[in-house]
């Protein structure tokens, strides 16, 4: 039923995201529906909740493709990337939170949610910004709120994405080139601390992030299972 929920809305609009339409896309009886969802908003708060369990899924598979430990730049472009209508999945995850935050601006029990899920979801990025700045992976003169606000930025692209502004790619292209300009600052960053402190004492440690490991290839994801 929330499968159907989404095609409903991504073929559709949230317009037409009814029990009764749910129910004819699913191919059951109205009354079926409504044996599990008494009112419109119950379901779509379901069809919400799937669509977040479904994308922690594949992000917990695309982390554990990633070394071990994990390198936290590469958790984070796995993140960011499900947040991104980049292949089927996402997009139809995409335009189905895109409505339900629509909705719930008018609705008070959906904003309650809608914003728990998206505050829950930011405090996990920001712990992982946080660890890597604890591991030496990012200076730590950075503030741990706004690298994870300038992330999730990039956010911003989906609309472009889904309007046909920019490609797919042309989106992915700018996530990794926004890694490359922060790894080269800090490379720029370390050497330049590096020369200063064989001029004038003792090295000091600098900053990592010129030795990280290159970035994987983006890979190749799954047809649409939601």
């Not at 059951?28 to 379901?43: D, P």
């Not at 984070?76 to 335009?95: F, G, I, Q, Y």
């Not at 914003?115 to 996990?124: I, Q």
């Not at 001029?199 to 939601?226: D, F, Q």
């Amino acid at each position: 039923m929330a499968r159907a929920l989404w095609r409903v809305v991504e073929q559709r609009g949230i317009a037409h995201a009814s029990v009764r339409e749910v129910a004819q896309e699913a191919g059951i009886s109205h009354g079926a529906v409504q044996h599990y969802f008494a009112t419109r908003e119950e379901m779509l708060v379901f069809a919400m909740d799937f669509a977040s369990e479904q994308t922690s899924l594949r992000v917990a598979e695309g982390v554990g493709e990633l070394g071990n430990p994990p390198h936290p730049r590469d958790m984070l472009r796995v993140m960011l990337t499900e947040m991104l209508p980049l292949h089927p999945d996402a997009r139809a995850t995409s335009r189905m939170s895109a409505a339900y935050v629509l909705e719930a601006l008018h609705n008070a029990n959906i904003h309650t949610h809608a914003r728990d899920g998206l505050t829950h979801g930011r405090d996990l990025i920001e712990q992982i910004v946080r660890q890597a700045i604890t591991d030496g992976h990012i200076s730590p003169d950075r503030d741990p709120a706004t690298e994870t606000n300038l992330l999730l930025t990039l956010t911003g692209l989906t609309p472009l994405i889904e309007l046909s502004v920019i490609e797919p790619q042309e989106a992915a292209g700018g996530a990794h080139l926004h890694h490359r300009c922060q790894s080269s600052s800090s490379a720029s960053a370390s050497a330049s601390a590096s020369a200063s402190a064989s001029a004038s004492g003792p090295r000091s440690s600098g900053l990592r992030a010129s030795k990280l490991p290159p970035r994987p290839s983006p890979r190749a994801r799954r047809s649409p299972g939601r």
